[in-house]
Structures are given as C-alpha cells and as structure tokens.
C-alpha cells in the first residue's frame, strides 16, 4: 500500500488540477465577451479551441496507432504524462504574453496548446492509474482519481471566479492565476519523474484492428460527441444564462456559485451512480451509503458556498435534487444502460424547464444537469467499447476523438442566439437555443436504451 500510495497521490493531484482547469474555460466566456466586446459564438471560441485540440490530437495519435502502434505504449506511460504536462504548462504559460498583447486570438491559441497537453493526459493518466498497484483495485483507484477531478470542476468556478472577476484590471485578470497554474504543472512534472511509476509491457501492433466495424461503437462515438458538448455548453452559459433579467438577473460574482453547484452535481451525480452500479452489495446497504455520500457532498457544497454572496439557506433544493438523483439510479437497477437511459431522460426534461421556465425553475433546472451528466461519460464509454475485443485500443482512442463535441456543441449553440437575438427577443433566443443540449440528450435516451445493445454480425 504504502509503495502505490506516493504514486497514486501525484496521479489524483494531476486528476483534480486537469478538471480545475478545463472548467475555469467557463469562467473565461463571460469574462472574454465583456473584455473583448463579443458575440456569444465569439466568445464560445474558448471552447471550440479548448476542445477542438483534443479531436487534433487524438486524430493524430489514431493515424500514428494505425500505422506504428500505441505511441504511449511505445514511448512509456511515464514519458506520456511528462510529454503532456509539459504542453499543458506551456500552454499556461503562454496566457502572459497574451494578456501583454491584449490579443483574443493568442488566448485561443495559448488555449489550443493547454488542449493539446490534456489529450496526451486524457490518454495516458487512466490507464498509468490502473497500473500503479494490485489489478483488483485498479477500479477503485480509477474512480478516487475521477473523484479528485470533480472535487477540480467544483472549486474551479468558486476559486477562478475570484481570481479573474474580483480584478480591477481586467485585461491582466488571467495572467498570475495561469502563471501559477503552469508552476504547479511543471511541479508535478517533477514529482512524476521523481516517482517509482511502474510501467506495463511494449505495446504491440495488432494486424486488422477495425474498430469502426462494431456498430455500438459508432453510435457510442456520436454519444460521445453529444454528451461532452451538451455538457461543456450548458456549463459554460450558465453564469450569462443567469445574467438574463427573465431568469434572475444575477451578476457574474453570484452566478458562479451556482455553475459551482453545477459541476458539484456531477461529482455528486458521480459518486452516488458508482454505489447504484454495485450489484454486489445489497439493496438496502446500498441506499443507505447512497444517502450517506449525497449527504457528505451536500455539506461540502454548503461549506464551499457558505463565504460567498449566496445564503446558504437559498440552496436548499440542491438537497431535494440529491434526492431525486438517488431515486433515479435505484429504478435503474444496476444495468448501465437503462440508467444512462434514465438519466439522460431526466436531462431532457430538466432542458424543458430551461427553455421555457423563468426565474427559480429556470435556475434549478440548469443547475440540476449537472447531476445526470454525472455518470454518462463512463457509462458511454463502457458500452461502446463492451465486446470490442482486439479492438479495444483503437475504439478507445476514437471515443477519446469525439470529445469534439465540447468545442462545436457550445459553438453553434452560441450562434445560435447570435442569429435569433434581437433587441427584443435576446432573453427568448437564449431560452430557444437550449433546444440544440435538449436533443444531445435525446440522442442519449435513445444510445442508452437501444443504441448500445447493438452488435455487428461479423
């Protein structure tokens, strides 16, 4: 234990530091559109750059697989994660001379680079995770890593928010923090060529691997493009959706709090979702630690929120949707796909709420996605690759290409209310574009329930 637990603590660190990062990308859209006087489709070219590096790179690295095998398995793990630390500091680093020229562009390509960095991460870091100690707990420390990560998702609106909203000088908000990001980088660069990290065998090419033959494949792919972008463009229009007088005319100091209890559902969502998928624990003890842990989750966002604008008291329907969380993954019963069925059911009708609520319900039902975001991303990734075989390796670095959808989802949704906005319609045009998400997770219904139960005939 004690020799895995030096490792696997510089891998968690690395784990809640890459969502801290990805989810501050939320609190630059609203600060960049004030800033540089955007469009909405202009601003969400934060994400379009963020995450269109993650389709670039893991493109790249299907080709290099497909004609000289796994490159991470050929260079080592260990090379992977140095490699991809060191594009995700530089990365930071670049938002200095950036701020200095006072440049949207050079932001966006400072953006691109970090994005780059985190597809060598995103490739690498699971797998090192699973390998670091004994193969029966490689389970366990894999969801304590996804775990620290959105403990990151959570802080990163509350701590971000004060960092570069509290700022006088608005044009240099971004350039410590992100200084201070590409330090702490490099920092656990150190530590991960300091650390015993073992390393598996070479990787070896093998003849006629054809993923895209299994059809639960390619429709997995779609849902992978369509959860990451519904997610990715809910959260990161949450604080200027709260900003509209329709819904609750909140400044951006006090809707962060609330894009807080957003990524704070997911984690929630997380954690409860593994409990409900434990078919091996009974019923009633598996209630009882699904309880326990929404409980623990709800204080801790208490606490979190508890210095800040919002009375802590005004969150209460955060425990109520907990809840409710908890009874959705109980009717599921422990089939994955009936209970990505179930939660991505939820999300649609959560989206109903947005695009034609006002006020409260408007808040709550945005705030609520977050909560069944929490499970789709493994559960996809699960049944896409289930009985995938040979294949595995390949399928997995196509769904890993799909996160595509975080940077074209938000993109065309935030043109979407560039096009319908007028003077008088600006609020019912933002309301309208949630359709765009709504039928993301339509597409999820319909993958979990059907679409993964498919299998190719060859």
Known sequence: MRR????????????????????????????????????????????????????????????????????????????????????????????????????????????????????????????????????????????????????????????GGWLIFGQAD????????????????????????????????????????????????????????????????????????????????????????????YWGGAMAGR???????????????RLGMMLAIGAAIFALLMVLNATGPVSVAALWPMALLIVANIAVAMLAKGSPGRTMGLFASVAVLLLVGVVAGQGPVALWSIVAIGLSNSILWSNIFTLSIDGLGHDTAQGSSLLVMMILGGALVPWVQASIIDLLSTDKLNEQAFHLSFLLPLACYAYLVWYGLRGSTLRSNV
């Open 271 to 285: 954690f409860i979702g593994a409990v409900a998928l434990n078919q091996a624990m009974p019923p009633v003890k």
């Open 170 to 261: 608005a044009a240099s908000a971004v350039r410590l923090p992100y200084l201070g990001l590409a330090l702490v980088l490099v920092l656990i660069a150190v530590l991960v060529q300091l650390s015993p990290l073992p390393e598996p065998p070479k990787a070896e090419r093998i003849a006629g691997s054809n993923a895209l033959r299994h059809p639960q494949l390619r429709w997995g792919m779609v849902a992978i493009f369509c959860y990451v972008g519904a997610e990715v463009a809910v959260g990161s229009l949450i604080i200027s959706f709260l900003n509209l007088d329709g819904v609750m005319g909140l400044s951006e100091e006090v809707a962060k709090h609330y894009l807080s209890l």
């Open 4 to 159: 895995t637990s030096g490792p696997l603590a510089v891998l968690t660190s690395l784990f809640f530091l890459w969502g801290f990062i990805t989810v501050l990308n939320d609190v630059l859209v609203p600060h960049w559109k004030a800033l540089f006087n955007l469009t909405y489709a202009q601003s969400l070219l934060v994400q379009f750059c963020f995450f269109g590096a993650y389709f670039v790179g893991s493109l790249v690295y299907y080709l290099i697989s497909v004609s000289s095998g796994d490159p991470i398995g050929r260079i080592g793990y260990k090379r992977g994660l140095l490699l991809g630390l060191g594009l995700s500091a530089l990365g930071c680093a670049l938002f200095a001379p950036a701020s200095l020229m006072h440049s949207y562009a050079a932001h966006l390509g400072a953006l691109f680079v970090l994005g780059l960095g985190f597809t060598v991460l995103q490739i690498a870091a699971n797998p090192f995770v699973a390998i670091i100690g004994p193969a029966e707990g490689a389970s366990s420390r894999l969801n304590l890593a996804q775990g620290f990560n959105s403990l990151g998702t959570t802080l990163a609106p509350l701590i």
